[in-house]
């Protein structure tokens, strides 16, 4: 995955394996405190909606949503 804020390309990709009905990463530390975590992708195929989240510790994360955007014909892909 190559993510994008405000329209500026994140530094790094993300690779996902399929989980379900969503995608994850591995499992890395989160920050100093070595708590495993993982990031989950999942879309909304109807509505196009998606969730982006860092899950962590005992059931817990911290997610963002938004929306697919449809990417036109003329705009170079890498």
């Not at 530094?11 to 495993?36: C, N």
Request: positive net charge; hydrophobic residues 30%.
């Amino acid at each position: 995955m190559r993510g994008y804020t405000k329209g500026v390309a994140w530094k790094e990709e993300l690779f996902f394996d399929k989980d379900g009905d969503s995608w994850v990463t591995e499992k890395f530390p989160l920050g100093d405190t070595r708590t495993p975590a993982v990031v989950r992708f999942s879309i909304n195929w109807q509505t196009l909606r998606y969730k982006y989240a860092v899950e962590y510790g005992e059931g817990r994360e911290r997610g963002s949503f938004g929306r697919c955007e449809e990417v036109q014909a003329g705009v170079k892909q890498h």
